[in-house]
């Protein structure tokens, strides 16, 4: 783990460099976070059919991070939803309850 205390500047500012391609794993959804010693958790899934028929979900990749990562993370994602909103690449459904 980095010690965040001897970083001069925001690490978004970084140059970002990929010298081997990194994996892209597709996911269904996220479920199951635990936070230990400063370090979030979270289990994301992929949903498939068993050789009864009957739809589970997989863990196919867990995201770790330092709990002070977690809120730029949220922050990031809103921002990507914005422009996706405003590009028309997201429909908002409105929550009715009846």
């Known amino acids: 783990m980095v010690d965040d205390s001897k970083r001069t500047a925001d690490s978004n500012t970084f140059p970002m460099e990929e010298f081997e391609p990194a994996p892209e794993i597709y996911i269904d959804g996220m479920a199951q976070m635990t936070v230990t010693n400063g370090v979030t958790k979270i289990n994301c899934f992929s949903i498939y059919v068993d050789t009864e028929g009957k739809e589970k979900r997989r863990v196919v990749v867990r995201l770790a991070m330092p709990v002070s990562l977690l809120a730029g993370v949220q922050v990031y994602l809103a921002q990507i939803i914005d422009q996706l909103k405003r590009a028309g ?10």
């Open 89 to 98: 690449a997201m429909v908002v459904i409105p929550n009715v309850r009846q």
